[in-house]
């Protein structure tokens, strides 16, 4: 109110203001314009600039006079009307006072509403991270691609299992070198694929491709994932499988193969009893071998399924040693070997299972036998190294070449396939002997080098 009356008082003071200035003006103009005195002119402009400045400061102070009594009176009604707010029995009151607790509970809900977004917030802050700190420490290798096929994230495993650079950052890119017959719009658009995967080789690495669309809240394409795994160890598995299957069809055909044969021989036609007793005697040598090749597979087969229960003692190295040594003996004296059994004093009793230490001493000092020429040495330690027992069988036979040594404990692996058949060995007791010993919580380690001899060393533990 007070600013719409000073507004109009402004608006009168320049109205007036303009009549006056008009009007003296047009006054000015009438009376000057017979006169041709120039001081005349000047004399009469004097007077008129005289009476306009008197009528300006009339006109202010009338106008001042005006205003003040405005101001004054809108002050009175101020006062006035914050008497009424204070006895509180105005229509005017109860409205300010619910807008008052409208403004409240508008600021309350407001104030709320903040606090759960914030919240909310964090909450979708703590998920990012946590996303992030899967994707960084997971063993499989992630890439996002959006529709145009430019890569949006990507983890490390990713980077290091493709062998990533900066440049590698489109879909293009990243896969083309691997020669992957895989295409984006197809995994995006098409309706009957909801994955596809591939595997492609890395330099020594086999990895699986796994593409999957993803979509975004409209259920419209929005990408598309790649998981890499990596699956050499499962490869490698998968060929050792393989090979495995075909080494036991193999081991298995051989003496079936020499049974049938010579069974056929003697039921087509009449032998001599010498004949007889020779085909006889090797097709039970040859099924014996079987039999023996098919309780070596039972006893891998129970050892990687661990249904094999062993009953750990404590029992006397050295005594062992000797028994095995005792059992071979034959054997040994057939090829005139000289073996030498040496134990340490104060070897302290182990704690294994006795009948699996006991053959794995049978199938190693065997071997030394077999491979070993006549008139050969054969050296036997017993000892004690911190908790340790351990037994060392040297031998100075025709030895193990250096780039068979890492791969004699596979199974049926063999150096010389045709000379161990020949001496009876199905290629599976070092892979025996090897088991037992990890069950046992004990090792086994060989040294070799060709035409001089292998070294061979048991460790068992002496502890419960």
């Given at each position: ?9 402004i ?8 009549i006056?200035?008009s009007l003296?003006?047009y006054?000015?103009?009438k009376?000057?314009?017979n006169?041709n005195?120039?001081?005349?002119i ?8 005289i009476?306009?400045?008197i ?6 102070i ?5 205003l003040?009594?405005?101001?004054k009176?809108?002050?009175?009604n101020i006062?006035?009307n914050?008497?009424?707010?204070v006895t509180?029995?105005?229509?005017e009151?109860k409205?300010?006072?619910e807008?008052n607790?409208?403004k ?14 914030r919240e909310?917030?964090k909450?979708v802050?703590r998920?990012k991270?946590?996303i992030e700190t ?5 063993t499989?290798g ?5 529709l ?16 990533l650079?900066?440049e590698?950052?489109d879909f293009e890119?990243?896969f083309?070198k691997?020669?992957?017959d895989?295409n984006l719009?197809?995994?995006i ?10 595997k ?6 086999y990895?699986?491709?796994?593409f999957?669309?993803?979509k975004?809240?409209?259920q419209r394409?929005a990408?598309?994932i ?6 050499t ?8 499988r393989?090979?495995f ?7 298995l055909?051989t ?13 087509e036609?009449?032998y001599?009893?010498a004949?007889?007793t ?10 014996r071998?079987?039999?023996?090749l098919?309780t070596d597979?039972?006893s891998?087969s ?6 094999t229960?062993i009953?750990k ?5 050295g005594e062992?040693?000797?028994k ?9 004296d057939?090829?005139h070997h ?25 199938n190693i000092l065997?071997n030394?036998?077999k491979?070993?020429k ?6 036997i330690?017993?000892?004690?190294v911190?908790n ?6 040297i031998?100075?036979?025709?030895g193990?070449p250096e ?5 004699i404990f596979?199974r049926f692996y ?6 161990s058949?020949?001496?009876g060995?199905?290629g599976?007791?070092?892979s ?10 004990g090792?086994?380690d060989?040294?070799?080098e ?5 070294e ?6 002496t502890?419960k």
């Amino acid at each position: 109110m007070y600013k719409s009356t000073q507004n109009k008082i402004i608006t009168c003071f320049l109205i007036l203001g303009i009549i006056i200035i008009s009007l003296v003006g047009y006054i000015y103009i009438k009376s000057i314009s017979n006169m041709n005195n120039v001081n005349e002119i000047i004399e009469i402009s004097k007077k008129y600039i005289i009476i306009t400045l008197i009528a300006f400061v009339a006109i202010t102070i009338i106008l001042s006079e005006i205003l003040k009594k405005v101001i004054k009176k809108s002050m009175v009604n101020i006062v006035k009307n914050a008497g009424k707010l204070v006895t509180g029995n105005q229509p005017e009151v109860k409205l300010l006072q619910e807008g008052n607790r409208v403004k409240n509970e508008f600021m309350s809900a407001f104030d709320e509403a903040t606090l759960e977004m914030r919240e909310h917030l964090k909450d979708v802050d703590r998920q990012k991270k946590q996303i992030e700190t899967i994707l960084l420490h997971m063993t499989d290798g992630i890439i996002a691609f959006d529709l145009e096929g430019q890569v949006t994230h990507k983890n490390l495993a990713a980077e290091r299992l493709l062998n990533l650079s900066e440049e590698d950052d489109d879909f293009e890119k990243v896969f083309s070198k691997f020669n992957v017959d895989i295409n984006l719009e197809k995994i995006i658009y098409l309706e009957d694929w909801t994955s596809s995967d591939k595997k492609v080789s890395i330099d020594d690495k086999y990895i699986n491709l796994l593409f999957v669309p993803y979509k975004d809240n409209n259920q419209r394409p929005a990408g598309v994932i790649a998981v890499a795994q990596d699956i050499t160890e499962h490869v490698k598995l998968d060929n050792m499988r393989k090979e495995f299957v075909a080494d036991v069809s193999h081991e298995l055909k051989t003496p079936i193969t020499s049974i049938m044969g010579y069974a056929d021989t003697l039921l087509e036609g009449e032998y001599d009893d010498a004949t007889k007793t020779k085909f006889l005697n090797v097709i039970a040598s040859e099924a014996r071998r079987m039999a023996k090749l098919v309780t070596d597979l039972l006893s891998l087969s129970k050892y990687d399924s661990n249904k094999t229960k062993i009953e750990k003692t404590e029992f006397d190295l050295g005594e062992l040693v000797k028994k095995c040594q005792e059992k071979l003996q034959i054997e040994i004296d057939k090829k005139h070997h000289k073996v030498e059994n040496l134990v340490t004093a104060n070897v302290p009793l182990v704690y294994a299972d006795k009948s699996g230490i006991e053959r794995v001493i049978l199938n190693i000092l065997s071997n030394s036998i077999k491979y070993t020429k006549e008139n050969g040495n054969i050296k036997i330690y017993v000892g004690f190294v911190y908790n340790d027992a351990y037994i060392k069988i040297i031998d100075n036979g025709i030895g193990i070449p250096e780039e068979d040594l890492t791969r004699i404990f596979e199974r049926f692996y063999r150096v010389d396939k045709a000379r161990s058949r020949e001496l009876g060995g199905t290629g599976l007791g070092l892979s025996i002997a090897r088991e037992i010993l990890n069950q046992n919580n004990g090792s086994i380690d060989i040294k070799s080098e060709v035409g001089k001899g292998t070294e061979v060393v048991i460790r068992i533990p002496t502890k419960k």
